[in-house]
């Protein structure tokens, strides 16, 4: 299957400070990725869907200055969380999907856990 | 809006023996149903999906799952558990009237002995 790269795996901050989350596609072009936020033993929660070249697309009670999509290529989407704090250590986990037929399955990447001390 | 239930938080299963996972849905809609598999601080791993057709979905590491529409559901089902199946499953629904979002259930963990 497709894969879906994401970087870094984990990530440990202070609080205050922004943590930059990477999400690549490796060998296919994604005009559309989305954020997904996993707390323990929990389901997955979808925070944005990030389209290339255009504003994300939040869900309902997500911050989107708190939390800043970029999706400058085809490849690339970017989950900026700012000014971090304690509660916003979670399990980050970004998706695409490898065709515009809306029928095709998600591809996910290996996740990114934030702890914000 | 569309929902989606695993009612198990947790399913005990003996190796070899079959392993079902249960989940139910609730759309507006022709439903496109998905399995995903979770092993710790890891992402997910797609395993099957539902979109049309034979209602007999056959997928990755010997799963399958049957869509049945009369009762909404698509449960998970492999005939000889083994102990590496031991992970956690999400089921997920999309409908494109809903905008395409996929919805996860809240995931079943299934522990597989030895």
């Known amino acids: 299957g497709a894969v879906v790269s994401q970087h870094p795996s984990w990530v440990i901050c202070k609080s205050g400070t922004s943590v930059k989350i990477e999400c690549r596609s490796l060998d296919f072009q994604a005009t559309t990725m989305f954020w997904y936020r996993q707390f323990p033993k929990q389901s997955l929660m979808l925070m944005a869907t990030?389209?290339?070249?255009?504003?994300?697309?939040?869900e309902q009670g997500v911050e989107k200055d708190k939390f800043l999509i970029n999706h400058a290529s085809l490849t690339l989407s970017t989950l900026t969380v700012t000014s971090a704090h304690p509660e916003d250590s979670s399990f980050y986990i970004c998706s695409a999907r490898t065709d515009s037929v809306n029928t095709g399955e998600l591809f996910f990447g290996e996740g990114s856990r934030l702890t914000v001390l | 809006a569309q929902s989606v239930a695993q009612p198990e938080d947790q399913v005990n299963v003996a190796e070899g023996n079959p392993l079902t996972v249960k989940c139910t849905y609730s759309?507006?809609?022709?439903?496109?149903l998905f399995w995903y598999v979770q092993y710790p601080n890891r992402g997910l791993q797609f395993l099957l999906k539902?979109?049309?057709?034979?209602?007999l979905v056959k997928g990755s590491y010997g799963f399958e799952a049957e869509f049945n529409k009369s009762q909404t559901s698509f449960h998970l089902k492999k005939p000889s558990a083994l102990v590496s199946d031991s992970a956690l499953y999400f089921c997920?629904?999309?409908?494109?009237?809903?905008?395409?979002?996929?919805?996860f259930g809240g995931g079943t963990r299934v522990l597989v002995k030895p």
């Open positions: 539902y979109i049309t057709g034979d209602n």
């Open positions: 997920a629904v999309r409908v494109k009237a809903a905008g395409n979002k996929l919805t």
């Open positions: 759309v507006s809609g022709n439903p496109y």
């Open positions: 990030s389209n290339e070249g255009s504003k994300a697309t939040y």
